[in-house]
């Protein structure tokens, strides 16, 4: 497939309402999106970073500036004919995950219309219906947070991950414990704790957890290995994870028992499912992250979640629950703790006309200019 055009977005979405996390407050989703187009066809994809560099050092704006200045420019006007084929064009470009993952989605996105295949099947995926859980940010009025819960539990939510940060872990994790006694439960650390929380972590143990997320530093290995020597309850590792190469060293030095795989954080598709593959072999169960993806990155997360080694629910709640509006006509939902997942992403419709008005920088890049 020749690419010949392509051009590149820095969108903002308002969100319901603001979502908190230990590192920061978001209320407007600000996210980048890479159109590619062959002589008959497009393809979307979405690369949902973040606003700020809190999460991992790249965030939104400098991502699409490396889609505009380095990843695009090798891509237009060559003849690509697989996933693989794209990834080495941007091989050699350290970090910027989630612009690699904004050109590889809208990648697959075209090579599936190519085939009329849809991306799951290509990817080797099991079902046709993914369970979703539900991530609860900081909520620090416990009434509110054990109402908001009651609320997911009613709805036939799976599991309920709760967010958590220094100086309100225990108490959130008590409380809904002690009205829930059988829910799955996970807690979200997002890297803010160290070492010396040992004995924290240790208190958790009693609370029967899933596991526990990211609990120490955003690019550690070694201290997490620690951590899991002293805890029952089982490591989950997010931030640490970039790569397959990142996840072979922390499963050889016991750093986790779980992974959360997401393809924006991974850099696509292609290295999300060669983790998986590597976590399958080595009997370590993963699941399906979210970055407040849109329905457009929802579609391509949902996509892979239906690999079989996806044995945990995904984060993956319908776009009204965190957006008051989104780019494409029919929006992602999800049902009673089950989402259907569609055969392409023309099923949701990109509208790009919302997109535009969304838009607070683009960027063209044609073959024959
Ligand atoms: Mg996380």
């Known amino acids: 497939?020749?690419?010949?055009?392509?051009?590149?977005?820095?969108?903002?979405?308002?969100?319901?309402?603001?979502?908190?996390?230990?590192?920061?407050?978001?209320?407007?989703?600000?996210?980048?999106l890479a159109k590619l187009s062959t002589s008959n066809l497009s393809g979307y994809g979405e690369g949902s970073t973040l606003p700020f560099p809190f999460y991992v050092p790249d965030y939104a704006d400098t991502s699409f500036l490396v889609l505009k200045d380095f990843i695009i420019p090798q891509i237009v006007g060559k003849d690509i004919n697989n996933p693989t084929q794209l990834c080495q064009t941007f091989e050699h470009i350290k970090g910027y995950s989630f612009a690699k993952t904004a050109v590889e989605t809208a990648f697959w996105d075209l090579y599936s219309q190519e085939l009329n295949?849809?991306?799951?099947?290509?990817?080797?995926?099991?079902?046709?219906?993914?369970?979703?859980?539900?991530?609860?940010?900081?909520?620090?009025?416990?009434?509110?947070?054990?109402?908001?819960?009651?609320?997911?539990?009613?709805?036939?939510c799976p599991r309920v991950k709760l967010k958590i940060e220094p100086g309100w872990d225990i108490e959130p994790i008590k409380k809904v414990r002690e009205k829930f006694p059988d829910l799955p439960l996970l807690a979200d650390a997002n890297s803010a704790y160290t070492l010396k929380d040992i004995d924290l972590?240790?208190?958790?143990?009693?609370?029967?957890?899933?596991?526990?997320?990211?609990?120490?530093?955003?690019?550690?290995?070694?201290?997490?290995?620690?951590?899991?020597q002293h805890i029952k309850t089982p490591i989950?590792?997010?931030?640490?994870?970039?790569?397959?190469?990142?996840?072979?060293?922390?499963?050889?030095?016991?750093?986790?028992?779980?992974?959360?795989?997401?393809?924006?954080?991974?850099?696509?598709?292609?290295?999300?499912?060669?983790?998986?593959?590597?976590?399958?072999?080595?009997?370590?169960?993963?699941?399906?992250?979210?970055?407040?993806e849109c329905s457009v990155g929802r579609f391509f997360?949902?996509?892979?979640?239906?690999?079989?080694?996806?044995?945990?629910?995904?984060?993956?709640?319908?776009?009204?629950?965190?957006?008051?509006?989104?780019?494409?006509?029919?929006?992602?939902?999800?049902?009673?703790?089950?989402?259907e997942v569609p055969d392409f992403l023309s099923d949701f419709e990109v509208d790009e006309d919302k997109l535009r008005h969304y838009t607070v920088a683009s960027h063209q890049f044609d073959s024959k200019s």
């Not at 009651?150 to 036939?156: D, I, R």
């Not at 945990?312 to 703790?337: E, H, L, R, T, W």
Request: net charge negative; proline share 3%; with cysteine.
């Open 1 to 32: 497939m020749i690419i010949e055009s392509a051009e590149i977005f820095l969108f903002e979405l308002p969100l319901v309402k603001t979502y908190r996390t230990s590192f920061a407050e978001i209320s407007q989703k600000r996210s980048i």
């Open 117 to 156: 295949t849809p991306i799951w099947q290509l990817l080797g995926g099991q079902k046709k219906q993914v369970e979703i859980g539900a991530a609860i940010g900081i909520i620090k009025d416990s009434n509110q947070l054990l109402e908001t819960v009651s609320l997911k539990v009613a709805k036939g």
């Open 201 to 228: 972590f240790k208190t958790l143990d009693q609370f029967n957890l899933m596991m526990i997320e990211q609990p120490l530093a955003w690019d550690d290995i070694i201290d997490h290995a620690e951590l899991q």
């Open 236 to 292: 989950c590792l997010d931030e640490s994870i970039l790569s397959v190469e990142d996840a072979r060293k922390a499963i050889k030095i016991g750093a986790c028992q779980i992974i959360n795989i997401k393809p924006g954080r991974v850099g696509g598709l292609t290295e999300a499912k060669k983790i998986h593959d590597l976590c399958k072999s080595n009997n370590i169960g993963v699941w399906c992250g979210g970055m407040l």
């Open 301 to 339: 997360n949902l996509s892979i979640a239906t690999l079989d080694g996806y044995i945990y629910p995904a984060d993956m709640s319908a776009s009204n629950d965190y957006f008051a509006d989104d780019i494409v006509s029919y929006k992602y939902n999800a049902q009673g703790g089950i989402a």
